[in-house]
């Protein structure tokens, strides 16, 4: 998996400060950044990645990309059928999505202009100035309650060894297992500013960086795969991680 483009995938700086020789997973796995709505490079990605090892999705799978509705089923059936091997996280995308089909009126007008608009189309609901609560209503059908249960049972974290996968951020001050849920999907003001003095690496996506990131402990993926036609995936090793991405 190491080869001449990840120096370019890292870009400048991208390592610096970070020694990963301390990076202690319990065995080997990949991390994947964030698709939102990119069937295409999801496809393009996979037949990339070690068939052998646990698949661990950053979360933030709907939204702005035209194919969500796709992305999820696609997801969800890799997650039933591979014997524990591939977890799928939350994301803010998908806790709004759930949000809005709880309490439509409330996180509406802020999950449409975040691209709810392209997950509802992507679901045949092309309608979106119908009243909110019908648009709940005919989402929930749309997606069936097969999806709508396996999306509200997505966890927040995946920890293997002295590495945590999350969505957006953990609070640095506060260990990985007290971590407060807002955190978790929203992000932290000082997750990237406070390095974590308990040993602990955190992969995350949420965040757009214009090149992977390596720095302090934290391993940035979220390379804007709706806008950059690159999506990016981090397998670590103890010791290590190299990067594969889809451009």
Not at 95 to 105: G, I, K, S, V
Not at 107 to 118: A, K, S
Not at 142 to 167: F, I, K, Q, Y
Not at 183 to 193: A, D, I, N, V
Request: aromatic content about 8%; hydrophobic content about 40%; some cysteine.
């Amino acid at each position: 998996m190491v080869t001449g483009w990840i120096r370019g995938l890292l870009g400048p700086g991208g390592m610096r400060g970070a020694d990963v020789s301390g990076i202690r997973p319990e065995a080997p796995f990949v991390a994947v950044g964030d698709i939102h709505g990119r069937l295409d490079l999801l496809q393009a990605l996979l037949p990339k990645l070690d068939e052998g090892l646990p698949w661990v999705f950053v979360g933030d799978y709907i939204d702005r990309g035209d194919y969500s509705a796709q992305v999820l089923r696609q997801l969800k059936h890799l997650s039933l059928t591979s014997n524990g091997r591939v977890t799928c996280l939350l994301g803010n995308h998908e806790e709004m999505l759930l949000r809005f089909l709880e309490d439509p009126f409330g996180i509406g007008p802020l999950w449409m202009n975040n691209g709810g608009v392209q997950t509802l189309a992507s679901f045949g609901i092309q309608n979106v100035d119908a009243d909110r609560g019908d648009l709940a209503e005919r989402l929930r059908i749309a997606m069936g309650e097969g999806l709508v249960d396996w999306l509200t049972e997505r966890p927040l974290m995946w920890t293997s060894g002295n590495v945590s996968v999350v969505h957006a951020a953990l609070d640095p001050r506060t260990s990985a297992e007290k971590q407060d849920r807002k955190t978790c999907l929203w992000g932290h003001p000082k997750f990237r500013q406070q390095p974590r003095r308990d040993g602990q690496w955190v992969v995350h996506g949420h965040t757009i960086v214009d090149h992977v990131q390596v720095r302090d402990g934290v391993i940035s993926i979220d390379t804007g795969a709706f806008a950059t036609n690159c999506l990016t995936a981090a397998e670590l090793f103890p010791g290590g991680v190299t990067f594969t991405a889809t451009a």
